[in-house]
């Protein structure tokens, strides 16, 4: 247990570091998007190749694609149904800010310190899933449900799904499949900017997070992240003990059920005329929680 607390203490560190980097004027209020563009479509598919890489691919594996799409589906028509009969600011807010887990630049990186190849085969393939709802499928679910003219388009949709982190699992899957390894020169220069993605990933958590305790916003706040928590528990126990997947792969889905909110979440309430503000807050505080629960999950379970 030592470890993994020593281990966390160091994600939360450089989290803290880029928060106060962020306060010092070292980085200015914008600097976390280039940030974000490194760790999107440099360093968190290296560290996707570098792992499928080495990697025994299960065909049976396919299936935990499904159920981050299940999981998203579930989460948006619970969104949905507490949004009924409500101002248009709720029918935004919720469904767009219960679906959707921030894989790639949080969840990934963190299982990736932790769990290795098995633990980051296993969350691509899940976020291969939720990808279909938070890069634009919750956005174009919640523009017709609250109505309005900010709707997307079938291109722009398409055009957020087929990110450089999806286009990478998707690539690496296919292979996978076919039984095609990369080359082995690749391996080296992958592997050396995969093990970046860890502290890129925690530095731009923490250029972004802001903490704004308006007492107007913790209600909602409130009511998104324990609706969220509530269900992560039950997707959670439902994972680890009822799938029939070996233990360590249903130990991954149990601990990535926790995952904090989508990135993505504020930029679509935002376009939708909802409230950003509350949508960032909610997703920042979520990260803290989120840490605390897996990094409590990952020492429990013996996993370092």
């Known amino acids: ?14 989290i803290a570091l880029g928060y106060a980097l962020k306060k010092l004027h070292f980085f200015g209020p914008n600097d976390y998007k280039l940030i974000m563009k490194i760790v999107l479509n440099i360093t968190t598919p290296a560290a996707v190749i570098t792992n499928f890489a080495s990697f025994d691919f299960d065909i049976s594996l396919l299936y935990v694609t499904l159920l981050g799409l299940l999981c998203n589906l579930v ?5 949905a149904l507490f949004a009924l009969r409500r ?14 887990y ?18 980051v085969v296993v969350t691509c393939l899940f976020d291969a899933g939720n ?60 592997t050396t900017i995969g093990n970046a993605n860890g502290f890129m990933a925690m530095l731009m958590v ?6 704004n305790p308006d007492r107007a916003f913790l209600r909602q706040a409130f009511t998104i992240l324990l609706s969220r928590y509530v269900m992560a528990a039950a997707f959670s126990a ?14 991954v889905l149990a601990i990535v059920a926790f995952a ?39 020492g429990a379970m013996g996993l370092q």
């Open 206 to 211: 923490g250029t972004m997070f802001e903490f």
């Open 260 to 298: 904090p909110c989508s990135a993505m979440s504020p930029a679509f309430t935002e376009k939708l005329g909802g409230d950003a503000a509350l949508s960032s807050f909610t997703g920042s505080t979520s990260i803290l929680l989120s840490i605390l629960i897996m990094t409590t999950m990952i």
């Open 102 to 119: 921030n894989i790639g630049s949080f969840t990934m990186p963190y299982i990736q310190g932790f769990l290795g190849a098995l633990g």
């Open 1 to 14: 247990m030592g470890q993994v607390l020593l281990k966390a203490s160091a994600y939360v560190f450089v």
């Open 131 to 190: 990808a279909i709802m938070c890069t634009g499928g919750s956005y174009a679910l919640t523009s017709r449900f609250a109505g309005g003219d900010a709707r997307p388009t079938l291109r722009d949709s398409l055009k957020k799904l087929f990110s450089t982190p999806f286009c990478t699992y998707m690539l690496m899957l296919i292979l996978a499949i076919a039984g095609i390894s990369i080359p082995s020169f690749l391996q080296p220069i992958t």
């Open 238 to 251: 439902l994972f680890y003990f009822v799938l029939p997947f070996s233990l360590e792969v249903r130990q």
């Open 75 to 79: 989460m948006w028509g619970l969104g």
């Open 87 to 100: 101002g248009r600011g709720e029918r935004i807010l919720y469904p767009l800010n219960f679906p959707g």
